[in-house]
């Protein structure tokens, strides 16, 4: 099934990506200095920004064709889609909470700054869950559950996301 092996091809390399930008946060989190520099702060600011607009611009939208496909196949599969729906929802409010709190750090608010810390250390580990889980169970489910032509449909769908991006 060459058209299902070039999407999780896609989309391992969308999620090394994502890795990626991670390990770029946690970095200039665990700097520190966004603690004491307003510029340093917006540093964290414009990753979480870049994160998210590499999330909904490049990555999601191939997500919602495969996982339209595959909803409804079966109660498994349709708990694992449930469960990543959830996650990716406390991961986007994770990262608003954080955007926020930040401004409120940079003015002098310690709680602020401390919650900064927890809020992005938690969207981290939920985040590479999530990531795990699609690379893993969601690619099993596709596997057993989708068919040649409905691969294709994906693919497509997914092709599709990508020139619309470029375009």
Do not use: Y
């Amino acid at each position: 099934m060459l058209a299902a092996e070039c999407a999780w091809t896609v989309l391992r390399a969308e999620h090394a990506r994502m890795r990626e930008l991670l390990s770029l946060l946690e970095h200039e989190l665990k700097g520190g200095d966004w603690k004491r520099s307003g510029v340093a702060a917006m540093r964290i600011v414009r990753l979480i920004e870049r994160f998210q607009a590499f999330d909904e611009a490049t990555h999601r939208p191939k997500g919602v064709a495969l996982m339209g496909v595959l909803r409804g196949r079966s109660a498994e599969a349709d708990d694992l889609l449930h469960r990543l729906d959830r996650q990716r929802e406390r991961c986007d409010a994770l990262l608003s909470q954080a955007k926020a709190m930040l401004e409120r750090a940079h003015g002098g608010d310690a709680l602020a700054a401390h919650a900064v810390e927890d809020l992005l250390e938690e969207h981290r580990a939920l985040l590479l869950d999530h990531l795990d889980q699609e690379d893993n169970v969601l690619h099993s489910h596709t596997a057993l559950l989708l068919t040649r032509e409905e691969w294709a449909l994906v693919v497509s769908s997914m092709s599709k996301a990508m020139r619309a991006r470029k375009g």
